[in-house]
């Protein structure tokens, strides 16, 4: 990876510091080069590494500021404390975690404050069964915000005002969805995020998303908690997975339902093997949010 490439992956917090001890270790070698030749004016040569290095820092953030890969990271909204599910009617009847049926979905939005007005475009799901993802048959649809894009949001996902006109308006997309997920668990990756935009619709649609949820997010940093980093990239880097069509709502819900499945075996290596033993690791890991880790 070039140091360009490195530096778009960099936190802002890490380039200002790296750019600060530069101009700093810069400054001071020049103050002291300029003194020893005689320069009548030794601050020059500080003034203008100063502005070269924030001209360079410049570059760089303008060129992460045109990759979509550097973009913010959906806002953290966990509410699994309530959580305190009832046992699933798969578990009642004796299925493990690995054989229930789940709908591993996601959800392009018009932007990441569903409270405030910002509305879904895009939903996808795919099941998984026994362990196996049935991409064949998946659910995919763009959704009519009955608003416009934000040109930010279309820099992210690519969907534009002209590729939803004409959809079906979310309540009618969401009974569709409902109707097919059906009874089966819901998976998602920061899943608060997209069951947040579900929710807000329940009312208006005259549907309830009471399934019972996971989130990959969650899932990671209880059975994996030497790593740092719980993005999906990350994560699907780790476990050498190749995500095809990034930041669509198909695209990333086959990569999570695939990040899923090892994660279902990362867990029975560890010992869970029911989704009560599944659901009560993620809420323990709220313990955990309060570190710095990079999602």
């Not at 229930?100 to 939903?123: N, R, W």
């Not at 998984?128 to 763009?142: K, Q, T």
Request: proline fraction near 4%; avoid cysteine; aromatic fraction near 6%.
């Amino acid at each position: 990876m070039d140091h360009i490439a490195r530096v778009r992956t960099m936190s802002i917090r890490r380039l200002s510091a790296a750019a600060l001890a530069i101009v700093g270790a810069g400054g001071v070698a020049a103050v002291v080069a300029a003194a020893a030749v005689g320069w009548i004016w030794p601050g020059a040569g500080f003034t203008l590494l100063a502005v070269l290095t924030w001209w360079q820092l410049d570059r760089l953030l303008s060129a992460r500021e045109r990759d979509g890969r550097a973009l913010p990271a959906r806002p953290e909204l966990y509410d699994f404390d309530k959580l305190n599910p009832p046992m699933h009617v798969e578990e009642l009847g004796g299925k493990t975690l690995r054989q229930m049926t789940y709908v591993v979905f996601d959800t392009e939005t018009t932007g990441l404050k569903p409270t405030a007005g910002d509305e879904i475009i895009s939903i996808a799901g795919v099941r998984v069964v026994d362990g196996e993802i049935d991409e064949d048959r998946p659910f995919s649809r763009l959704v009519d915000p009955g608003m416009p894009i934000p040109k930010e949001s279309i820099r992210f996902h690519g969907i534009t005002d002209d590729m939803v006109k004409g959809e079906a308006p979310v309540t009618d997309v969401i009974r569709d969805f409902k109707d097919w997920v059906g009874d089966a668990v819901l998976v998602a990756h920061n899943a608060a995020f997209d069951m947040k935009f579900l929710k807000l619709k329940e009312e208006a649609s005259g549907v309830r998303f009471d399934n019972l949820v996971l989130d990959t997010l969650l899932l990671s940093v209880f059975a994996d908690q030497d790593s740092k980093n719980h993005s999906l990239d990350a994560m699907a880097e780790r476990m050498g997975i190749d995500i095809e069509g990034r930041h669509t709502a198909l695209g990333d819900s086959i990569a999570t339902a695939k990040v899923f499945v090892r994660l279902l075996e990362m867990l029975e290596a560890r010992g869970v093997t029911t989704l009560r033993h599944a659901i009560k690791g993620s809420v323990k890991v709220e313990d955990i949010l309060a570190l710095d880790l990079d999602f």
